[in-house]
């Protein structure tokens, strides 16, 4: 069975830096892009950054210049370094893998995991 398991998460004040990570066991990870997401209380869940099987990154706005993403494949692992962090970084962050058929991006399951708190405050 396919599982994802976030951690990293913490309290931080703003301006301070967190890295996330987030270990896929039960699929074959290497094939599949990864992506990072997150929910505010009250807020739709939203896509933060991608990363591609062949590393190709894409940012939202929001957090463009600010977080990397990136994988380790031998590790199954893909990680979100986040610096200069802002109270509305706050959130619920979740890692989801996904799928790329011609230009249209597909999940591979409905799956969410429990994700990982990141709270940015004073």
């Known amino acids: 069975q396919v599982e994802f398991v976030e951690s990293g998460g913490g309290s931080v004040q703003p301006g301070g830096s967190l890295r996330l990570s987030c270990a896929a066991s039960?699929?074959?990870?290497?094939?599949?892009?990864m992506d990072w997401y997150r929910q505010a209380p009250g807020k739709e869940r939203e896509l933060v950054a991608r990363?591609?099987?062949?590393?190709?990154?894409n940012y939202a706005d929001s957090v463009k210049g600010r977080f990397t993403i990136s994988r380790d494949n031998d590790k199954s692992t893909v990680y979100l370094q986040m610096i200069s962090l802002k109270p509305e970084d706050t959130a619920v962050y979740y890692c989801?893998?996904?799928?790329?058929?011609?230009?249209?991006?597909?999940?591979?399951?409905?799956?969410w995991g429990q994700g990982t708190q990141v709270t940015v405050s004073s």
């Open positions: 989801k893998a996904g799928y790329y058929s011609g230009s249209d991006w597909f999940p591979l399951n409905d799956y």
């Open positions: 039960g699929t074959n990870f290497n094939i599949y892009a």
């Open positions: 990363i591609t099987r062949d590393g190709v990154r």
